[in-house]
């Protein structure tokens, strides 16, 4: 189902990922580094292996779905939509400067392949929840995917949409959380901890999972088990690091936003190059 | 002919089932039309919606928030989401939800918000929302309405079926007092004169239409001629009928069933000052907190009567006769 060619593959698109997210931000010289960075693997398997999609019809109606609602991290998705042909590369070094069609945060008007605008947040799995209705009653069996972070868990509007995301059983459904312990202002378990958080999913009535964040072939089979799972709405509850294959931000504390120099970024892409992450 | 007289009656229709029966019917013919409550389907009596069409219709329980992110999400795939609640969630609770996942995202929901202002009677300030019309005037795309009666509810439903984009309609869920015909119909966006005047014009919308054609017949008895005009679109406002009026009658008073503070008073207003200012004069609430009590009281608590319109008339015609 996985050959080691496929892993290879995904971890090579992975670091991709990573290097234009880093080449973005480099033409800014700041940005949401940590949480972009933390993804990049995700991303790599869902865009790389998984997801229906259609970078010459974005809006493809027979596509599965991708809401970022930690939208912050919307760098890292325009990359990886960048090296899939949804929009020419050389997009990716206009983020955030005046008229761009990538913003900070993800808009889905904006942005070729985006599904969703997002930025303040605890909102997509409750938006994710409303396309797996539909998708539903239009007898369609395409998957809607919501990745939210660790820190975006202590909105209460996610906790509204565990309780009816469990009651509602949404099999089309997969949310990862993107726990790599860091929010703005530090350490997650400094500020407002999230305790077993498996547990409390599982409280709620989801399929839950917990798997290396890290690690694209455990990512992938994640997404195969929870596709097994027939009458339940299903979460990933990725173990990440913040700022995972950046050297001046991986486990830096911090590192939700950062600035830095071109010298910065260009040592860090060609470590990351050399790397085997 | 409309009802225009002195001889105001009680509509015998509540708003409520004008509406959700006119959207039961449209959604006969049309699958796309879904319904999501908040713990308010027998209050809203939405729940003969989900009687009809139980897979169209979630109740999400309280979660304001959620309910508006999956009408998002339902919009997304090509549904046309009712959201329901009352007025004093949807302004306070829904905000960003419908600031960030409808609004920004260019998306098609409907919320229909219940009890605006002093319609909530017995729930009392808690409940009281004089500052939803002021929020929701400053999303931008969002369209603001208020219908007055069901002949109205009945004729603007279709209408914000099928415009694309976020709606919000503040209903007063019981039986109004009848001002329209059966039949009559109207367009979003356009004002009604709904009676004749030279001297001052009384714009008025929701509750405060029957009293402000009471004010009008008062005032007649004073040889004072006020056209009364029913602006029920608050955004984007009827702006060439405000100032035709001003320059008719040269003069306005505004009332509504809401904050003075960025309610249809300084929607009016906005017109005025950039176009043709006359001296006017606002009826609302005076930026002030709710109360229990029932409408009657309330009325005369804040200042809502006819009997309050008509003191407002007297005070802009002296400011009008002084320029």
């Known amino acids: 189902m996985f050959t080691k060619t496929e892993v290879l593959e995904l971890k090579e698109f992975a670091k991709k990922i990573r290097i234009e997210t880093l080449r973005e931000f480099g033409s800014i010289g700041s940005g949401h580094i940590g949480g972009s960075m933390s993804i990049a693997d995700l991303l790599a398997v869902l865009y790389g292996k998984v997801m229906k999609i259609n970078p010459q019809d974005p809006q493809w109606e027979d596509r599965d779905w991708l809401i970022l609602s930690k939208g912050h991290a919307g760098p890292s998705l325009y990359a990886t939509l960048a090296l899939k042909g949804f929009f020419p590369k050389e997009w990716l070094y206009t983020l955030n400067k005046g008229g761009t069609r990538l913003p900070s945060h993800c808009n889905r008007l904006l942005t070729p392949g985006v599904d969703m605008s997002t930025g303040t947040l605890g909102q997509g799995i409750s938006v994710g929840l409303g396309i797996a209705k539909g998708l539903k009653l239009n007898n369609k069996n395409n998957f809607v995917y919501v990745i939210v972070g660790d820190g975006e868990s202590q909105e209460g509007q996610i906790w509204e949409s565990a309780l009816f995301g469990g009651n509602a059983k949404f099999d089309n459904l997969i949310v990862f959380v993107d726990y790599n312990k860091q929010q703005l202002d530090g350490y997650v378990d400094n500020i407002n901890p999230l305790g077993n958080l498996g547990k409390k999913w599982e409280a709620f009535g989801w399929d839950v999972q917990e798997i290396d964040g890290h690690n694209v072939e455990e990512i992938y089979i994640a997404i195969k088990n929870a596709k097994a799972v027939k009458d339940k709405s299903h979460i990933i509850i990725m173990n990440t690091i913040k700022g995972k294959g950046c050297n001046f931000a991986e486990g830096v504390e911090l590192n939700h936003h950062m600035t830095f120099s071109m010298e910065q970024i260009n040592s860090a892409i060609k470590e990351l190059e050399k790397s085997n992450i | 002919m409309p009802i225009r007289s002195n001889d105001l009656q009680i509509d015998k229709m509540e708003m409520r089932n004008a509406y959700i029966d006119k959207l039961i019917k449209l959604a006969e013919k049309d699958d796309k039309i879904f319904v999501l409550d908040a713990d308010l389907m027998h209050s809203n009596n939405t729940y003969k919606f989900k009687e009809r069409f139980p897979d169209r219709t979630i109740n999400v329980g309280i979660q304001e928030a959620n309910m508006i992110g999956m009408a998002a999400g339902l919009s997304l795939v090509g549904k046309i989401p009712f959201a329901h609640t009352f007025t004093c969630f949807a302004a306070r609770r829904d905000l960003d939800q419908l600031y ?224």
């Open chain 2, 100 to 323: 960030l996942s409808v609004a920004y995202a260019e998306l098609n929901v409907k919320l229909f918000a219940t009890d605006p202002g002093i319609a909530a009677t017995y729930n009392g300030g808690s409940h009281m929302s004089f500052e939803d019309i002021g929020i929701m005037r400053t999303i931008p795309s969002m369209t603001i309405v208020e219908p007055v009666d069901s002949t109205m509810m009945e004729s603007i439903v279709e209408q914000i079926t099928y415009t694309y984009g976020p709606f919000y309609v503040r209903l007063f869920r019981k039986n109004p007092v009848k001002i329209y015909e059966d039949g009559e119909t109207f367009k979003i966006g356009k004002g009604i004169i709904l009676k004749e005047g030279s001297d001052v014009t009384i714009i008025s919308t929701g509750i405060m239409v029957a009293e402000s054609l009471k004010a009008s017949a008062l005032l007649e008895k004073d040889g004072i001629s006020a056209r009364v005009v029913n602006i029920f679109t608050i955004k984007p406002i009827d702006k060439d009928l405000i100032i035709k009026c001003a320059e008719e009658t040269g003069s306005i008073v505004t009332a509504e069933n809401s904050n003075i503070i960025n309610g249809l008073g300084s929607a009016v207003a906005e017109v005025l000052i950039e176009n043709k200012p006359v001296p006017m004069e606002r009826i609302g609430i005076q930026d002030l907190f709710g109360e229990v009590g029932d409408m009657e009281y309330l009325m005369k608590r804040y200042h809502l009567t006819a009997d309050d319109i008509v003191e407002s008339v007297k005070k802009v015609l002296i400011r009008k006769k002084m320029k």
